[in-house]
Structures are given as C-alpha cells and as structure tokens.
C-alpha cells in the first residue's frame, strides 16, 4: 500500500482558524509518503529520517508515552481513525519538518489514509486536528489538515473556519511562490497557545471575532487583547481581499495585502521574530517582488514570497497541488 499527503503553504490568514476565521492556503508540491504492506493485527512504522521503530497494537488507546517519541503522531492518529487494518510501513518526506510547512498534519493525513480510506475528507482533518492536539498538547487550529485533505491541483482553497466551507481559486501562473526557510521552531510551549487564550478574552468582551468589526476593538480595555483583536478581524478581511485581488489579476494589491499581513503578526500579534521581519522587508524591497510575509504559526519556520516568474530569489519555488491520497 501506498499513501502520500503533501504540505502547505499558507498565502494569507494566519492566527485566524481558531476563532473561526478565513484562511487561503494552498498544498505544495512536497509531499510525506507513507509506504508498505498491509498487516492483519498491529502498526508498525519506520522513518527515513527519524529513529526507532514504532510498533501499536491494533485498537490501542493513544500512548502519551510511547518509545520513540515520534510514535506520539502515530498513536495519536490510530486511535481517531479506527483503523481498518494493521500495516507496516516506512515514511519518507520532501517537507522540511519544524518549518511551518505543516510537515506533522502531512504526516497525520499520510498515516489515516494508510489505516482507513473510507472517511470523507473534511471528517478526516477534523479528526486529524485532534490527532495533533493530542500528540502535541498545542490548541492548533483545522487550517492545515483541512488544506490538505481538500485541496486541488492548480488552485488555492479558501476555507471559512467557522462552516468549514472550502472555495477553490484558481492559482495564477504569471505569478510565482517562493518559500524561504528562516528557522526551526515548534509550536510545542511557543506562545500559541497564549495567543488562543488572548483571543478567547477578546471575545469574552466583544462577541465572535470572526463576526467583530474594527469599531467594536474600541470596547476593549486591555491593550494587549485588543491588539491581537485588531490583528484577526482586520486579518479576515485581507484575506478576503486577497482572493478578490489575486484573481482580478491585480497582483500589486495583493502583495500589498501580504505585507500588511506580515505587519500585523508582528506588531499587534507578536509572533514573528526580528530575523523573519528583516527578510520579509528585505524581499519587499527585491525588484520582481510583489509581497512577502510569515507563514503558518510563526516564531520561525518560514517565510512566503509572491513575485514576477523568475524572480531570483533563495528558497523554494511551490507550486499548488491535489490533496492527500491513498494510491494503492
Ligand atoms: C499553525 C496551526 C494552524 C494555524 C496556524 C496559524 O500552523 O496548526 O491551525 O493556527 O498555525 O495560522
């Protein structure tokens, strides 16, 4: 058996999905492949880049505790999906792990498809969202594995966090991505959490952000909450005007929206590093660049770029592709 997920960059959205927010990621052309036979009674994996070999019974509970700690992830998704049969399998992968590629939710998919293919997609990432909490103990939010287990070849997936409806835009190609690696980073004891807390107190005052205007910001007392306020509701909106940009061709308006975007994480949201601000405001600068900004959850990992085809630039060129799959 064969099943492989790839990873996904995030083009605008972040730090919106768990208060039920809009997102625009897209699947990358980097993928976790999950290989090997189909067994009757028990999991067993291995990794090509990761030591030890993680061995679970069939129908075990998840294991906080298991030997080697990477096992955590998969335990995690076995005991959510209700596996349909044991395999042994090796994993490889092209996504840089710790770089806010979504490397674990590429894991999580590549795994649940190997064990069971019969859920529907947007049952299996929210499984797969609970899969990661549990094995990570972060609140994280259902951006990433929703990305992946919907998206389509050539084409962004905007999804409202609150319904969970998926919009697929069509990706342009007089335009290129470009993702840079800036540092490792784990979202495991990162303020995330924190920042979830934040946003449950700014709600606590001023109702669902995701429903909030700018105007009702003012309601907010405490500096700080207000702040990460300003940043999700004004967040929502651009990528709402990035989409709209983006496929009216009017690309200098949504590399705009990207530093805009990049702006508030770091200012109102605090979750940038001072090195992820010098190259975004380096790349802004670089002649065929139309935007850049952080990706993902931030404290590192990367940053993403939109320019003119051929722009040099370091990093990875991504371009978007179908979702997570069994193949065989
Ligand atoms: C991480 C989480 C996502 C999302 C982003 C920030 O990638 O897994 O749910 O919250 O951070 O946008």
Aim: with cysteine; aromatic share 6%.
């Amino acid at each position: 058996m064969k099943s492989m997920s790839p990873g996904r960059v995030n083009l605008i959205g972040d730090h919106t999905d768990y208060t039920g927010g809009l997102v625009f990621p897209m699947a990358i052309d980097r993928w976790t492949v999950c290989e090997g036979e189909i067994t009757s009674d028990a999991i067993t994996m291995t990794s090509d880049d990761l030591d030890g070999t993680v061995q679970i019974p069939l129908g075990s509970p998840f294991d906080s505790q298991i030997q080697p700690s990477w096992g955590r992830y998969i335990s995690a998704v076995a005991s959510l999906v209700t596996p349909t049969r044991g395999v042994s399998a090796n994993l490889s992968t092209t996504i840089p792990v710790g770089a806010g590629l979504s490397s674990s939710a590429a894991l999580e998919l590549a795994v649940a498809y190997a064990l069971n293919d019969t859920m529907q997609p947007t049952e299996l990432a929210l499984l797969m969202q609970q899969a990661e909490q549990l094995a990570t103990g972060v609140p994280t939010g259902i951006m990433d594995q929703l990305c992946i287990a919907t998206a389509r070849e050539g084409m962004g997936t905007l999804i409202d966090c609150e319904s969970l409806a998926v919009t697929h835009i069509p990706i342009p190609t007089d335009v290129e991505f470009v993702v840079q690696f800036i540092a490792h980073r784990t979202l495991e004891g990162s303020e995330y959490a924190d920042r979830v807390r934040e946003c449950a107190d700014a709600e606590a005052v001023i109702g669902p952000l995701r429903h909030a205007t700018l105007n009702d910001i003012s309601r907010i007392e405490n500096e700080t909450i207000a702040r990460r306020a300003h940043h999700v509701v004004s967040e929502n909106l651009r990528v709402f005007e990035f989409t709209q940009a983006l496929s009216t061709g009017d690309y200098s308006t949504a590399g705009e929206l990207m530093r805009d975007s990049h702006e508030s994480l770091s200012a109102d949201f605090a979750v940038s590093t001072p090195q992820m601000d010098a190259v975004v405001r380096t790349l802004c600068e670089t002649p065929g660049v139309y935007g850049s900004r952080m990706t993902g959850g931030g404290f590192g990992g990367c940053v993403v770029t939109m320019c003119t085809p051929g722009t040099e630039l370091d990093g990875w060129r991504v371009r978007p592709v179908g979702a997570a799959e069994r193949i065989s």
